[in-house]
Nanobody, 117 residues
Framework: VQLQASGGGLVQAGGSLRLSCVAS????????MGWFRRAPGKERESVAD????????YFAAAEKGRFTISRDNGKNTVYLQMDSLKPEDTAVYYC???????????WGQGTQVTVSS
């Protein structure tokens, strides 16, 4: 599975970004997809997950209500809509894929998100 993340950039605090991750190489509808991030000097952390069935899980980094994960199986794409962004959301965001309910085996290259105050 190859993953290509995009949509990062520089945004002011309070702004929004939508990240996209296009997958290829395996049946997308059988892939659980996740978003992770790594801030400078910090460990990688989970942001959100959407299972192959479409159920969603949000982790502390997503501050439920600010971030929304979704998928479009017709476009082999998973999205992360990020609203009310804060400077502490600044990080490299990665998408990852897992077959059915397995562990994450495939990772994208990351897209930089920078939130200015």
């Amino acid at each position: 599975v190859q993953l290509q993340a995009s949509g990062g950039g520089l945004v002011q605090a309070g702004g929004s970004l939508r990240l996209s991750c296009v997958a290829s190489g395996r049946t997308f509808s059988r892939q659980g997809m996740g978003w992770f991030r790594r801030a400078p000097g910090k460990e990688r952390e989970s942001v959100a997950d959407i299972s192959w069935r479409g159920s969603t899980t949000y982790f502390a980094a997503a501050e439920k209500g600010r971030f929304t994960i979704s998928r479009d199986n017709g476009k082999n794409t998973v999205y992360l809509q990020m609203d009310s962004l804060k400077p502490e959301d600044t990080a490299v965001y990665y998408c990852a894929a897992r077959y059915l309910d397995g562990s994450y085996d495939y990772w994208g290259q990351g897209t930089q998100v920078t939130v200015s105050s």
